[in-house]
């Protein structure tokens, strides 16, 4: 005699587990209550809760194109070193900064 548990091997469309989803989160129970009434896999219905929220925020995300405009900061000093190096300095800066800066 097999006394084995059969697994329920239903299977749902995307539709039904996104329906499935949104009961769950209308019903008011929790999740595990939810799927013991509705003979659900608790870690289907929670797979099915994650990819239902990574679907939900691929549709709101959209690329913007963007136009990169070179600086038009005026600079508020230079410093040209002995070596042929040049320091621009876009804002007021502490003394000491610019003596670590130059040591």
């Known amino acids: 005699m ?5 697994k329920s091997t239903t299977r749902y469309s995307s539709t039904e587990k996104q329906q499935l989803v949104e009961r769950w989160k209308q019903s008011g ?30 549709e709101g995300s959209v690329f913007i194109p963007i136009k990169v405009q070179p600086s038009e900061a005026t600079i508020f000093a230079r410093v040209e070193l002995g070596n042929g190096r040049i ?3 876009f804002q007021s800066v502490a003394a000491t900064y610019l003596k670590r800066l130059l040591d």
Do not use: E, G, P
């Open 29 to 58: 129970l929790s999740r595990q209550a939810f799927c013991l009434q509705n003979k659900l896999s608790y870690h289907a219905l929670h797979y099915w809760t994650r990819t239902d929220r990574q679907r939900k925020d691929a």
């Open 87 to 89: 320091v621009d300095i």
């Open 2 to 6: 097999d006394n084995s548990i059969k």
